[in-house]
């Protein structure tokens, strides 16, 4: 061990006094119900299958993460940022993915988020902190994303006054030991999953040359103290480290250039800007060809999307972006059929891929071919832990497919996920009294009926 290293104690070790792992889940999942019904998460397959396998890359080269669960979520903020809650679930603006340079610097950030995580940071934050509810968390989350939006408008100062006193008590606001730790093993686990550690100090640069445009009164948004101390003993500590030189993957590419895409804004002006832009431009890759077939498909430019998409699966018919982009596109022109061939050949080259099931399933959907998508959603079903949203695609596949009495069950979960507990029980209530040829549905349905009830409950007891 590096002399470095020794001299900083392992102070997320220790075991919670308080809060049990499981306590500590149980927290988190509630949160997260309640951010995925306030946050503008970004519900792209690919995107977030893209996040999860790199999150879990990080988690699988943390020694102390095996026996975590961790579950990873893009959300649209073009700040350049990422958080992390307590059960593992852990957040990334979509301006820290188009504003990496390079995938080190992107997995830096989310691997010092892993770290908070496994040393029970947020936990003992909790822990010292008892009085904080999670209304008060969810209206400080709320408040960041409007303040974030809303820029220097009155809205934002506002929501951002508003919150001033909740933001003392944030979970996610780590302290400078903290921050020390999450540093020295999210570098380790940076360099032992085979990236480069160097990608931590470039990011660190980036923050502090983002951290110029913020004013006074923003400064409580960011929630990982950076001073020059922190920057230059994390330079230190990958200086123990061999340098490594790595390219950047098609895959982070491409998906960087699809978040772009996805989150640009369409108008007139945009449209025609973009065009001249790509016009001008020499030597374009094929990530940037990619991503401008992406803005022209949400431009309804759909000839010039189809022909920058099939020059690219021409030249790479083994990347399933292109034919996922193609059969998207497909969607958007009623003609699905066209795409359904080349998907099902694909997903049975690589069953269980998340961006594959999904569009098939859509495919399926707008071919109203509702069976075939209702066997394909049921038969992955296991994926709606990390993409509830797929849910809403077999609520419509068993409506379509002659299935209404399990929509309501399927409604329910979803709207479980969603935290709408109310809505849920509703919709849970109204399947107990719809006929099924299922013989386990009662049974399940008064399980999912008794969770919702110790949600409740749990929230009553932490208020």
Known sequence: MSVVAAELPDIGSSSSRILSISEEQAVGDDYMRQIRAIAPIINDAEINDYIQHLGFKLVEHNTSAQDRKFSFFVILDESINAFALPGGYIGIHTGLITRSENESELASVIAHEVAHVTQRHLARRLELQNQLTLPSLAAFAAAILIASQSKSTEAGVGALTGAQGLAQ?????????????????????????????????????????????????????RTHPLSRSRITDARLRAREYPRRYRNNRVIYQLMKEKVAALT??????????????????????????????????????FEVAEKLLAGLRFKD???????????????????????????????IQSPGNQALVETLAELYLAAEQFSK??????????????APYLLKLLSEAQDGSGHPSEVFETEGNYLLAMGDLVGARIQFEQALNVHTDDPYARARINSHLTKIKEFIRQRSLRH
Do not use: C, W
């Not at 998508?373 to 990390?386: F, G, K, P, S, V």
């Open 264 to 301: 640009a804004k369409i108008n007139p002006v945009t449209i025609d800007s973009m065009t001249k832009k790509f016009a001008s431009e020499k030597d374009k890759s094929d990530a940037e060809k990619y991503g401008y077939a992406i803005f022209m498909i949400r431009a309804k430019k």
């Open 317 to 347: 018919p083994q990347q399933p972006s292109y034919t996922i982009a193609l059969a998207q596109l497909d969607i958007e022109r009623k003609t699905p059929e066209k795409s359904i061939k080349k998907i099902e050949q694909l997903l």
């Open 169 to 221: 008590q944030a979970m996610i606001n780590h302290t400078r030991s903290n921050e020390a730790e999450a540093d020295r093993i999210g570098i380790a686990t940076l360099y032992e999953a085979g990236f480069d550690p160097n990608g931590a100090i470039s990011f660190f640069e980036k923050m502090q040359e983002n951290s110029r445009y913020y004013s006074n009164a923003f400064e409580f948004l």
């Open 373 to 386: 998508a209702r066997e394909l959603l049921l038969a992955n079903i296991h994926m709606t832990e990390y």
